[in-house]
């Protein structure tokens, strides 16, 4: 039986991948989705919230809205970027994302409940106790996602990121989000430029494009537009025709 995968390079803090995520959760229904951290703010790319982090992100957050039609909320606009103490640092969701997969092969819906706390609900999801909590609500055990989130904190989530990019570079792109069906062992970029907004269009073209016997797999462990250090790479959706950069 041929089978597909499909590969998605995201990081939980970039707002295109947001953008992205109704095509992310329409593609489960057709074929096995593998995510992949990239780590745009970790380690020395962590950013606290400042005037100049705000009024860069803002034009961008109204564009990813008016695009993919995916809303910002109030507590993220006008509450966590107005929060000088806040921190952003991609390195601990996607460790929870990690672990999600590793407890429950829920990756994917931790991905997806991560971004809503961050771009509706305005929380610091770098911040354990937000993610425990997030992971409760999933219906993951506090304790056991807690020593799983801590076993992979640290080498094993850097490991993570340093593949994510270099299957970034191995599909000659530059930024997040990317997808790329991989099918018989060879990986196929997808510009995903035109179904932004459109998860049913998009879905409909994924069909076109899998075997049809190939049926959504049980999550693996996850293998990696904003740039890989930051949402100012202007590539991907100029390629798009829309002339700005996926990510922010």
């Known amino acids: 039986m041929s089978s597909a995968v499909l590969h998605y390079i995201y990081d939980p803090l970039c707002g295109w991948c947001y953008g992205a995520a109704p095509l992310v959760a329409a593609a489960r229904d057709i074929v096995s989705v593998r995510a992949h951290g990239g780590g745009m703010m970790a380690?020395?790319?962590?950013?606290?919230v400042s005037p100049q982090l705000r009024n860069f992100v803002a034009p961008h957050d109204r564009r990813i809205a008016e695009v993919s039609g995916q809303a910002f909320g109030e507590r993220y606009t006008n509450g966590l970027l107005l929060d000088s103490s806040a921190v952003f640092d991609s390195e601990p969701p996607i460790s929870a994302v990690l672990a999600a997969d590793q407890l429950a092969s829920r990756g994917l819906d931790m991905l997806s409940r991560l971004q809503l706390a961050h771009f509706v609900e305005g929380q610091r999801i770098a911040d354990r106790p937000v993610l425990a909590a997030l992971a409760k609500e999933l219906g993951l055990g506090t304790r056991d996602f807690l020593r799983v989130l801590e076993q992979i904190e640290g080498e094993a989530t850097q490991l993570h990121i340093r593949n994510s990019r270099a299957l970034l570079q191995r599909l000659g792109t530059?930024?997040?989000?990317?997808?790329?069906?991989?099918?018989?062992?060879r990986f196929h970029h997808i510009d995903i430029g035109d179904h932004l907004g459109h998860p049913e269009q998009w879905q409909a073209w994924l069909r076109t494009q899998v075997p049809a016997n190939t049926a959504p797999l049980p999550a693996g462990s996850p293998f990696t537009s904003c740039s890989p250090d930051g949402c100012d790479n202007r590539t991907t959706l100029q390629q798009h025709g829309r002339g700005e950069a996926p990510g922010r």
Not at 174 to 185: I, K, N, V
């Open 43 to 48: 380690g020395s790319n962590r950013r606290q």
């Open 174 to 185: 530059q930024g997040f989000p990317t997808f790329a069906l991989e099918q018989d062992g």
